[in-house]
């Protein structure tokens, strides 16, 4: 069994996305930057994922670079991940070494999109110093770029978003930062090869962007935090089952569920199947057929 999970704004969180409960609770330091730490943890949801831990194998899987998933001093230390995915998908990670396997896979889906430097130069013609403060190429294979989200332009943006689309990359923007993504790169298939190298049978997964949307039609159960990208788009749309809580609360909610669904006996895995598959059916997009991955 595979537990899968985003970690920021899913399972880690800044002092200012943690949530109003939070803000006078004690919580746990989990990421170091710059002498400072920076991103938590509450007390309860580590105390659940250590107990899920111990039945399931946990895999982080971030669209952090590998340098700053290592930032995350915690999750390395306390759970010590034999598999985590990185970059967006675009790095899978056994015992902290980068798969070459996978990133020969990479590659290969890159060439199937527009070439980032085209990418970018039809960015900058939307971007301006007013909005965008910096951007960076993360490991070679997405952009991620800091801006002022007050300032920034929601038409242009959106329609920058369609013409993405035809070049073959998507847009997510979390918090302060947006990323350019080609479509060879997604955490849904840098999971589905953790799976095959792990020999697992079945995955519960949770994440709240829409670059995690990939990552959660890959697993069996999916479950999402009651805040972000997907709750904004998919409230109402019955395709998500949510948390009952939002910020860190969402944690602990998560972890939580997912624990009761690995325990459920077999009839009602099998009807959370049909409820998946259900969703897949109403959403296209979502349940678009992956190619396996052959090593």
């Given amino acids: 069994m595979i537990f899968a999970s985003d970690l920021d704004r899913t399972l880690i969180y800044s002092r200012k996305a943690m949530g109003a409960a ?14 400072e730490h920076i991103s938590f943890m509450s007390p309860e949801a580590s105390r659940l994922l250590v107990e899920l831990s111990k039945t399931a194998l946990f895999v982080p899987v971030t669209t952090r670079t590998i340098e700053q998933y290592e930032r995350i001093f915690y999750i390395r230390e306390t759970f010590q991940p034999q598999y985590a995915v990185t970059s967006n998908g675009g790095n899978v990670l056994i015992d902290g070494v980068p798969d070459p396997d996978w990133q020969r896979h990479v590659n290969e889906a890159l060439a199937r999109s527009e070439d980032a430097k085209k990418v970018i130069e039809a960015f900058d013609r939307i971007a301006s110093p007013e909005w965008v403060k910096s951007y960076r190429h993360s490991d070679n ?15 242009q943006v959106e329609d920058f978003r369609k013409e993405l689309a035809g070049m073959y990359w998507n847009l997510s923007i979390q918090g302060r930062k947006m990323y350019l993504v080609p479509n060879g790169v997604s955490k849904g298939d840098g999971l589905l090869h953790v799976k095959k190298l792990a020999g697992a049978s079945r995955i ?3 994440g709240d962007s829409l670059l995690d949307e990939s990552l ?3 697993a069996d ?10 709750y904004a788009a998919h409230m109402e749309s019955g395709i998500y089952t949510f948390t009952d809580r939002e910020g860190m609360g969402a944690a602990e909610d998560l972890i939580a569920k997912i624990t009761e669904w690995f325990a459920a006996p077999p009839a009602s895995i099998e009807d959370a199947d049909a409820a998946v598959q259900a969703a897949n059916d109403t959403n296209p997009q979502i349940s678009e057929t992956r190619k396996p991955f052959q090593p």
């Fill in 22 to 35: 939070f803000e006078a609770a004690e919580v746990i330091p989990v990421e170091l930057y710059q002498g």
């Fill in 141 to 155: 294979l997405f952009y991620s770029i800091i801006l002022d989200r007050e300032k920034m332009p929601l038409d």
């Fill in 204 to 206: 519960a997964a949770s």
């Fill in 221 to 230: 159960y999916a479950i999402v935090p009651r805040h972000g990208e997907i």
């Fill in 216 to 218: 959660l039609k890959a």
